[in-house]
């Protein structure tokens, strides 16, 4: 992978994290949720494997 790959990659993971990060505290996606990677890929018009970064950071960090 070129270097300009993996920063749009690191890129696309990152919308996808604070987009996901916005909703919990927005209330708009309530504890006990049932959230798929598929999903948020389509909403965000990108593949699952930067939502599946992000929901990996966000568990990590206690938000799912």
Known sequence: MTESGAASHASASEVAYHHLRAQILDGALLGGSMISEGMVAN??????????EAFLRLQGEGWL
């Open 43 to 52: 909403e965000l018009g990108m593949s699952r494997t930067p939502v599946r």
